[in-house]
């Protein structure tokens, strides 16, 4: 009789143990899903003479930004991509990736920066150096935020 009362007791602590994990999973698949929700969307243009830059950014509750750049400059080929970076302060340092409209099997990948001021954001020109295949700013360099073309404005989204 003992080892009856025994086995039963050992075959619930297995099942209430199994009920736990799948509870665990199911609360981490929860946190999941809500992690990668975004925490906020915007969107930017910038008009300079005939040029138009689009920008819609999404910002990441871990702080990390992603999104679209699209650049339409006046006699040359549209480019068309993507943006991924995170603030340092005031300013957006991010990575943009990025095909041309006459060359769509061809990806190239330059680095930006975008200083923010209020609701506007602004593209900064800074000397950039290559290393191993990858282009970057060059260090101890200033990235110049005042004598600039492109100043973006925030836009509506319109239900992007």
């Known amino acids: 009789m003992k080892k009856i009362i025994m086995f039963g007791v050992l075959f619930a602590l297995v099942g209430l143990q199994s009920c736990k994990k799948e509870q665990k999973q199911e609360t981490t698949d929860d946190s999941q899903a809500q992690s990668e929700i975004p925490a906020?969307?915007?969107c930017y243009e910038a008009v300079y003479e005939k040029d138009t830059l689009n920008l819609?950014?999404?910002t990441e509750k871990d702080g990390k930004i992603s999104g679209r750049?699209?650049?339409?400059?006046?006699?040359e080929p549209l480019r068309d991509g993507k943006i991924e970076g995170k603030f340092k302060g005031d300013t957006l340092f991010c990575a943009y990736t990025f095909t041309l409209a006459s060359q769509k099997?061809?990806?190239h990948k330059n680095p930006m920066a975008f200083?923010?001021?209020g609701n506007e954001l602004i593209l900064g020109n800074g000397e950039i150096e290559m290393y191993l295949g990858a282009s970057y700013f060059k260090k101890r360099k200033p990235i110049d935020f005042e004598k600039v073309k492109y100043h973006f404005t925030a836009t509506d989204c319109g239900g992007e």
């Not at 750049?69 to 006699?75: A, E, F, R, T, W």
């Open 40 to 42: 906020n969307a915007n």
């Open 56 to 58: 819609s950014t999404i």
């Open 69 to 75: 750049l699209v650049m339409n400059v006046s006699g």
């Open 105 to 107: 099997e061809v990806t």
């Open 115 to 117: 200083l923010k001021k």
